[in-house]
């Protein structure tokens, strides 16, 4: 892709609107443009890595066996009315009347939906357990939207819902989703806690929310830190290797402040592990049993002609809001450098040419490294206009294209200017590069 040519409007400076480094940097390069409060378009570069997350999170709920569809975005009332929490959700919710003058809303969650299709499918405990999943646009009408799209009023969400007979079996399905969890945000590079939290207008009693840290997050948390040094690696989907890894994290406190007991945290803590900050949370799984399924009446035919209610839990990932928090845990913003790992950035590679008003030959040579980098799946951007070595780098850096080749005078014969964005630059050949591009996109 031609820069001259793309759609990436970049501003000089920092929009004052924003508080926070994610929505200034999102606002400056393009990303979003908003729409009206808490309402936002999604523009090529910031739409490119949202996709990119939701791949990622998708194949990862693909891994646990669960199954994807999809569920409007409008929902009618009745099943809301079934539940109970059509008057429950309040404000929060954005009521509509169709020409008929029936009451349909734009859907904030989908624990109804999802009950209702379970419902009139399923009859025997044979069919269960059943672990589904949506990615689909949310409307929640928050009363203080901020943050650019970290608290939107629409945004996008993954959301999944398990149906099992039993509450052992229930747990079994929370805990894949626990693992599936950890690793979805590793290989978004991020470390995300899970903390003992609250359940609000879900509702049940066992749930947990994965908060990465950042100073500009709207959760207050209490840890311990050696929470830290945990990791899931080579956990299988086994339940007893699942019920393990969850104790292996639930030894040490970690929950958020409606959680927080502060006698039980100095008593499980000592004063060296004690940390108390802020985060963002970027998931959030719950475990309410027959809430739904007793309030819509959903049961299934048990062994033995008995009848029983379905146990479920929800699972949500804020893929839209993982944008915002990646930049928050990546962007250095005093040297105005913007590193998306490379399984998420909107181009793998920047190809600079040094542009002589009457010499073409470094864009000529921009132009067939991109044919042999298209060969290799390798996404690369030219920069093609005609500024300084200086802000073509100054650019890319702030758009997070991770790898850089300049083409100037250091970049001769087969040698060519590679730098890492921020990093020193080498003098490496083309089947390097395209080696250690393709070599990391393949660990991920
Ligand atoms: C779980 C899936 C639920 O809605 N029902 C279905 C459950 N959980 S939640 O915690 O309320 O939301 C899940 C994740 O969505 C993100 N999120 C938001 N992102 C941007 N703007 C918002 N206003 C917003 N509200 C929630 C969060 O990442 C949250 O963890």
Do not use: C
């Not at 939701?54 to 669960?66: F, L």
């Not at 608290?151 to 929370?174: C, I, L, N, P």
């Not at 996404?379 to 997070?400: H, P, Q, R, V």
Request: charged share 30%; glycine share 6%; proline share 3%.
């Amino acid at each position: 892709m031609l820069l001259s040519k793309s759609f990436i409007p970049i501003l000089k400076n920092n929009p004052s609107e924003a508080k926070i480094k994610s929505h200034q940097l999102m606002l400056r390069v393009g990303m979003i443009k908003q729409s009206s409060a808490g309402i936002y378009s999604w523009l090529p570069l910031g739409f490119k890595v949202m996709k990119k997350i939701e791949s990622i999170v998708r194949q990862e709920q693909d891994k646990i066996g669960a199954q994807e569809i999809l569920m409007p975005t409008i929902q009618s009332s009745e099943i809301w009315k079934e539940s109970g929490r059509y008057d429950d959700y309040g404000e929060e919710m954005l009521r509509i009347k169709d020409r008929q003058n029936r009451e349909m809303l734009y859907g904030p969650t989908n624990e109804e939906q999802v009950t209702e299709i379970f419902r009139s499918s399923y009859k025997s405990y044979k069919s269960l357990p059943q672990l589904l999943y949506h990615i689909q646009w949310k409307f929640r009408d928050e009363i203080r939207p901020r943050f650019g799209i970290m608290r939107g009023r629409e945004f996008y969400m993954k959301d999944a819902y398990s149906f099992d007979v039993t509450d052992e079996d229930a747990f079994f399905s929370y805990n894949k989703f626990f693992l599936s969890y950890l690793r979805t945000f590793k290989r978004l590079s991020l470390t995300a806690i899970p903390m003992a939290a609250d359940t609000g207008p879900i509702g049940g009693n066992l749930s947990h929310e994965f908060i990465i840290l950042a100073d500009t997050g709207e959760s207050k948390i209490f840890t311990d830190k050696r929470i830290f040094d945990l990791t899931s690696d080579g956990t299988d989907l086994e339940k007893s290797s699942l019920e393990q890894m969850r104790k292996k994290y639930e030894q040490f406190y970690s929950v958020t402040d409606e959680k927080f007991n502060k006698e039980e945290f100095e008593k499980m803590v000592t004063e060296e592990n004690r940390l108390i900050t802020k985060g963002i949370e970027v998931g959030h799984i719950f475990y309410f049993g027959d809430k739904y399924s007793k309030a819509m009446d959903t049961a299934v035919d048990l062994p033995g002609g008995k009848k029983d209610f379905v146990k479920m839990g929800s699972y949500g990932i804020g893929v839209s809001r993982l944008v915002g928090a990646i930049i928050e845990a990546k962007y250095d913003e005093k040297n105005e450098i913007m590193k998306w790992p490379l399984s998420i950035a909107p181009y793998d590679i920047a190809l600079i040419p040094m542009i002589n008003k009457n010499d073409t030959s470094a864009l000529e040579k921009a132009n067939n490294i991109n044919s042999v980098l298209i060969k290799h799946n390798i996404d690369a951007i030219i920069d093609d206009t005609d500024e300084n070595y200086s802000s073509k780098i100054k650019k890319m850096n702030l758009i997070g294209v991770p790898y850089q080749i300049i083409i100037g005078k250091k970049s001769e014969g087969d040698l060519l200017e590679f730098k890492e964005a921020g990093l020193e630059t080498q003098n490496l050949t083309l089947d390097k590069i395209i080696e250690i591009i393709t070599k990391q996109k393949a660990s991920n």
